[in-house]
């Protein structure tokens, strides 16, 4: 089979994706997202009265132990197959990589197993986000002048 019948066989069985609806359907679901976190800040300072900003950080922590929870369970791949960026994008995704990487490599112990794996795929986000950080907070130093 010459190159150019080989990719036209590609071309044609490549499922072909349609970008407008999985980007408006995450658009979506990371809005509801904000909607539940949002909920659960004001659902925090109003029933155990604890300012705001305490209030986001028990949020986040439920967050956090929700997308645990159901990775464990095993349903947030099928949540993210079908919701895409929406739930990966925020801290939800985070939760997920890591618990994602300790469950996989739980049978070679506590240490070179999860302690050596857990992030894995969470460490490059935290690095890009540290390395930005402190890119981000040197160029607001020297533009707002100190």
Do not use: W
Request: hydrophobic share 50%; aromatic share 18%; proline share 2%.
């Amino acid at each position: 089979m010459d190159k150019n019948k080989y990719q036209m066989l590609v071309q044609k069985y490549t499922p072909k994706e349609n970008r407008l609806y999985h980007g408006l359907l995450a658009f979506l679901i990371g809005g509801l997202m904000g909607v539940l976190g949002q909920f659960l800040i004001s659902f925090y300072s109003f029933y155990f009265s604890i300012p705001t900003k305490d209030a986001s950080v028990f949020m986040i922590i439920t967050l956090v132990f929700l997308g645990c929870f159901l990775t464990g369970l095993g349903f947030f791949d099928k949540m993210v197959s079908f919701a895409r960026c929406g739930l990966i994008i925020p801290i939800t995704g985070f939760a997920h990589s890591m618990m994602s990487a300790a469950l996989e490599y739980r049978k070679e112990g506590l240490v070179t197993g999860i302690g050596a794996n857990i992030f894995k795929l969470a460490g490059t986000v935290i690095m890009f986000g540290v390395v930005s950080a402190y890119f981000f907070g040197l160029l607001r130093y020297f533009v707002m002048g100190g």
